[in-house]
């Protein structure tokens, strides 16, 4: 209900201030689970995407935004819960499989869900190998995956800005894609050809330049360099 009614409010100003252009709202299924991947470009990213398609969406955000304390705190956690944030903890290991699990229980009602393979935003403006927790969620929900495409958001509120600017505006959302032709969410090999089409789609849209790495600090220890050559198939 607060989420909707948040819709109904901030939609229309949003987009009367920035007039962002939305392609392919058609591709949106209006009912039913659905995930919607995306490429990563700013903070503000869940929120376009929040307000502008044709459905209320759900998303993963830091707990941070929901544990802070007094009025600044009450207002934030209102704020985030209101455009459809559920709050986890971020992390590797248990943590990573606890926000699938998160994103799981969502598509298990029904809902629509948005995630971003990449992981973490894209400072160079590259589009980055996709983490293979978007195909897993498909496989095992079985629920189709819409590409979609952010144009123009690191200008809407550039990295390091806490302030909104005025700034050209573009979301594609592609054609739903079914990913159980590759295989069962068991198998590795799934859902690393299903993660490689969805970022396909996706750059197909952003005109992005692909990256065959992973977005990702420089590993600062020996210990972690290891840790990462052997550590495969990367779902988030």
Known sequence: M??????????????AIWRPKVIGRKNVPKQGAVILASNHLSFIDSVVITLVAPRSVSFL????????????????RSFFTSIGAVPVVRGAGKAAQDALDSGLEILE????FAIYPEGTRSLDGRLYKGRTGVAWLALTADVPVVPVALTGTQDLQPVGSSRLRLAKVTVEFGEPLDLSRFGEARSGRA????????????????????????????ASTIVERVRRAFRGDSQV
């Open 191 to 218: 859902r690393r050809h299903g993660t490689d089409a969805v970022m396909e789609a996706i750059q197909r849209m952003s005109g992005q330049t692909m990256s065959p790495e992973y977005n990702e600090p420089p």
């Open 109 to 112: 009602r029904g809902e629509a």
């Open 61 to 76: 955000a830091k707990a941070d935004y929901f544990t802070g304390k007094g009025f600044k705190g009450w207002v934030s």
């Open 2 to 15: 607060i989420k909707s009614l948040s819709r109904a409010v901030l939609a229309p100003i949003a987009r």
